[in-house]
């Protein structure tokens, strides 16, 4: 699906743990954007970053999330301490520039017990 | 702020039908429009997008939309259903011009479309 990857596809954590979730651009894509999407909600933007830079977070949670795209190495999206409320499902997207279409990836399933 | 509204969370046509899914949106300068598709438990795939041009736009898969400014409208159709358009739509949209937080889409919460046989 249009080459960005996430892993892992599906993940299951338990109150308090952390949740990492990776995402590798499509190749030659070098701006990175998550989403959230909620069951029955359209998708929530949360963070665009490039390499090595976070240049809008504005829909980040202000507590618990973190994300970072390293010089190397996929995007990450970090939730420490889980919450049953952070049970979603989150997509990656990518693009060439800030104004080309975004591709997405398949998500994440993220499930809290 | 943009907002998108997708009218009607379900819609349900005949296959051979025209499919017409409708997308409003408000945004305080030129936006860019897209739709996307998305199949169960897959990502969103792009169906068209309208940056500037010409107001109609063709899609995959058969689709097409037309921006209206006047009526702040891109819905999107298509003449004749096919069983395989059976997914989630979503309509989207982001600022022409980036930065300020303008850089993320803002979706709206989808249509499910039914095909029925």
């Known amino acids: 699906n249009a080459g960005v990857m996430q892993n892992p596809r599906h993940l299951v954590r338990r109150r308090g743990q952390e949740a990492r979730l990776r995402c590798s651009p499509m190749k030659g894509h070098s701006h990175v954007y998550w989403y959230r999407q909620l069951p029955e909600e359209g998708l929530k933007f949360m963070v665009y970053?490039?390499?090595?830079?976070?240049?809008?977070e504005s829909g980040m949670p202000k507590e618990r999330f973190s994300a970072e795209f390293p010089k190397e190495g996929p995007s990450i999206l970090r939730i420490q301490q889980v919450v049953r409320g952070d049970s979603a499902a989150y997509f990656c997207?990518?693009?060439?520039?800030?104004?080309?279409?975004?591709?997405f990836g398949d998500g994440t399933r993220l499930s809290i017990l | 702020a943009q907002s998108v509204t997708q009218l009607g969370s379900h819609v349900s046509v005949s296959e051979g039908a025209l499919v017409l899914l409708r997308c409003n949106y408000s945004?305080?300068?030129?936006?860019?429009l897209f739709w996307y598709v998305q199949y169960p438990n897959q990502g969103l795939q792009l169906l068209l997008k309208?940056?500037?041009?010409?107001?109609l736009v063709k899609g995959i898969n058969g689709f097409e939309a037309e921006f209206k400014k006047s009526e702040t409208s891109f819905h999107l159709t298509k003449p004749s259903a096919h069983m395989s358009d059976a997914a989630e739509y979503f309509c989207?949209?982001?600022?022409?011009?980036?930065?300020?937080?303008?850089?993320?889409?803002?979706f709206g919460k989808g249509t499910h479309l039914i095909i029925q046989p």
């Open positions: 997207a990518s693009s060439g520039n800030g104004v080309q279409p975004q591709h």
């Open positions: 989207a949209v982001r600022d022409m011009y980036s930065g300020g937080g303008a850089d993320g889409l803002t």
């Open positions: 970053l490039q390499k090595e830079n976070i240049i809008d």
């Open positions: 945004s305080s300068v030129p936006p860019y």
């Open positions: 309208y940056t500037t041009g010409a107001t």
